[in-house]
C-alpha cells in the first residue's frame, strides 16, 4: 500500500493532485506548524496573483488544524472572490459546487481546506481515502522524516510517495532500514498551474487527463 502525505492547500494547482491519484491512502498534514509563506491558505489565481484566505493572525507556532478564521473573514473574502471575478452561481455542476463552497458558510478553516480538495477529487474521478494526520495515533514528539515514516507503518503502508520538491527532505536508506520504500512523482509538465478556472468553466476532462497523464513515478 502506497501512503502520500502533504499539507492541505487552497485549491492547488493540478500537480497537487497526482498525489492522490498515485497513493492508496492520502494523509492530510494538518498537525505541523502553518507555513505562512506556502500555499496552505492561498491559491494562484492567475500568474502571479493570489487569493488568500482571511485567516486571524497567529503565534508562529500555530499548527494548520488550528487556523482560526478573521472576525470579518466572510465579507473580506467574498470581496477577494469579487476583484477575480468568481460568480456566486454557476450552471454546470462541478462549477455550482466550487462556488457553493467559496461563498458557503465558513467553518474551521481546516474543514474548508479539505472540503475543497475533496470537491476537486471528486470532480477529476480520484477517490483515493483522504485522513488527517491529526485523527492518526502516531507518536507526536517525531518530527520530520521519523514522523512521516511512523505515519506510514502506522497505515500499514509499504511505501511513501511525495512531490519532487520533497526530495532533499528525505534519506531513502532510513525508509529501507524499516522495510519501506521511498518514492517521488516526475515534476509536474502539465498545463494546468491555476485550477479554479478550468472547474468554473467546465473544463474538468481535460483537467482529469492531464492529471493522470502526468502522473508518473521516477525510476
Not at 502553518?34 to 508562529?60: D, K, N, Y
Not at 494526520?133 to 500499514?156: E, F, K, P
Amino acid at each position: 500500500m502506497r501512503i502520500a502525505v502533504m499539507q492541505p492547500y487552497l485549491y492547488p494547482y493540478a500537480g497537487y493532485f497526482r498525489l492522490l491519484a498515485a497513493s492508496d491512502v492520502f494523509i492530510l498534514y494538518d498537525d505541523v506548524q502553518f507555513p505562512r509563506r506556502g500555499r496552505v491558505h492561498r491559491c494562484e489565481m492567475t500568474p502571479h496573483r493570489w487569493l488568500t484566505l482571511p485567516i486571524e493572525r497567529q503565534s508562529r507556532d500555530t499548527l494548520i488544524r488550528d487556523l482560526q478564521w478573521h472576525e470579518a473573514a466572510r465579507e473580506e473574502l467574498d470581496g477577494r472572490l469579487s476583484s477575480f471575478h468568481v460568480p456566486r452561481t454557476a450552471e454546470p455542476p462541478v462549477a455550482a459546487a466550487v462556488c457553493h463552497h467559496l461563498y458557503g458558510p465558513l467553518k474551521e478553516v481546516i474543514d474548508f481546506l479539505e472540503t475543497g480538495i475533496r470537491l476537486v477529487a471528486d470532480a477529476v474521478g480520484i477517490h483515493t481515502p483522504i485522513m488527517r494526520s491529526s485523527g492518526l495515533a502516531i507518536d507526536q514528539s517525531l518530527r520530520g522524516q521519523a514522523r512521516i515514516v511512523d505515519i506510514v507503518r502506522a497505515l500499514g503502508g509499504r511505501s511513501y510517495i511525495n512531490a519532487p520538491g520533497g526530495r532533499s527532505l528525505y534519506d531513502a536508506r532510513q525508509f529501507e532500514a524499516v522495510g519501506l520504500r521511498l518514492e517521488f512523482l516526475m515534476p509536474y509538465s502539465g498545463q494546468f498551474f491555476h485550477i479554479i478556472q478550468p472547474l468554473m468553466t467546465g473544463n474538468v476532462t481535460a483537467l482529469a487527463d492531464d492529471i493522470r497523464r502526468t502522473c508518473a513515478i521516477e525510476n
